[in-house]
C-alpha cells in the first residue's frame, strides 16, 4: 500500500526557511510524479510544485523564487524548502502523489509567527 | 492562470437527495479531477479525467462536462458524504483548484 508522510516544524520565524520532507513507502519516488500542495486557513488550496520520476521539477510561478524541491531516492524521500516565509505560508503542506494526486500524506500544519 | 470557480459555496441536502457541484473555468481545460476533504482528513481523489471513478469510491458519484464547464453528481447522499469538495485543472501550469464547495448534510 503506497504511503506519503510528512514531517517538519510546526512553527517558523518570519524570515527563515521552511523544511519538509515527506516519506513514502509502498512505491519507489524514481516512478511517478510528487507533489507539494498546502491549504491555507479558509480552504484556499495551492499548488507549490512538483519533481518527476527523473528529478525534474516544476514550480508554481508565485513560488518560484522562494522554493526548492529535491529527493533522496536512497531514502525514498521528498523534500520542499520555502525561503523567507511570512505569515502567509502558515498552511497545512500536503505531499502527494502522480499527476493527479491518488495518495497523499495526513498534512503538517506549519505557523509562520515570531 | 486558469480559475476555477464552484458553485455552490456552501450547500444543505437530506439523505437520500441528489445534489449537483459545478466548477467553471476561465480557460478550457482538457479535464477536471475532484477531491473530498472531510473534516480533519487529507483531500481524497473522487474523480479523474472528468468522470473516471477513482478506486474504493462509491458508484452514487460521477463527474461530467467538458471545456469550461465540469460538474460532479452526488446521487442519493449520505451521511458521510458531509465535506469540501474541490475542482483541479492540470492543463496548464501553474495546476489550480478551486475555492471548494462546502456539502452539510441535515
Known amino acids: 500500500e503506497v504511503q506519503l508522510q510528512e514531517s517538519g516544524p510546526g512553527l517558523v520565524k518570519p524570515s527563515q526557511s521552511l523544511s519538509l520532507t515527506c516519506s513514502v513507502t509502498?512505491?519507489?519516488?524514481?516512478?511517478?510524479?510528487w507533489g507539494w500542495i498546502r491549504k491555507f486557513p479558509g480552504n484556499t488550496m495551492e499548488w507549490i510544485g512538483h519533481?518527476?520520476?527523473?528529478?525534474?521539477?516544476a514550480y508554481n510561478p508565485s513560488l518560484k523564487s522562494r522554493i526548492s524541491i529535491t529527493r533522496d531516492t536512497s531514502k525514498n524521500q521528498f523534500f520542499l524548502q520555502l525561503n523567507s516565509v511570512t505569515s502567509k505560508d502558515t498552511a497545512t503542506y500536503y505531499c502527494?502523489?502522480?499527476?493527479?494526486?491518488?495518495?497523499w500524506g495526513q498534512g503538517v500544519m506549519v505557523t509562520v509567527s515570531s | 492562470d486558469i480559475v476555477l470557480t464552484q458553485s455552490p459555496t456552501t450547500m444543505t441536502a437530506s439523505p437520500g437527495e441528489k445534489v449537483t457541484l459545478t466548477c467553471l473555468a476561465s480557460?478550457?481545460?482538457?479535464?477536471i479531477y475532484w477531491f473530498q476533504q472531510r473534516s480533519g482528513a487529507s483531500p481524497k481523489l473522487l474523480i479523474y479525467?472528468?468522470?473516471s471513478l477513482a478506486s474504493g469510491v462509491p458508484d452514487r458519484f460521477s463527474g461530467s462536462g467538458s471545456g469550461t464547464s465540469y460538474s460532479l453528481t452526488i446521487n442519493s447522499v449520505e451521511a458521510e458524504d458531509a465535506a469540501i469538495y474541490y475542482c483541479?485543472?492540470?492543463?496548464?501550469?501553474?495546476?489550480?483548484f478551486g475555492s471548494g464547495t462546502k456539502l452539510e448534510i441535515k
Open positions: 502527494a502523489k502522480g499527476n493527479y494526486f491518488d495518495y
Open positions: 483541479l485543472q492540470l492543463t496548464t501550469t501553474p495546476l489550480t
Open positions: 519533481i518527476s520520476f527523473s528529478g525534474t521539477t
Open positions: 479525467f472528468t468522470s
Open positions: 509502498g512505491y519507489s519516488i524514481t516512478s511517478n510524479f
Open positions: 480557460s478550457a481545460v482538457n479535464y
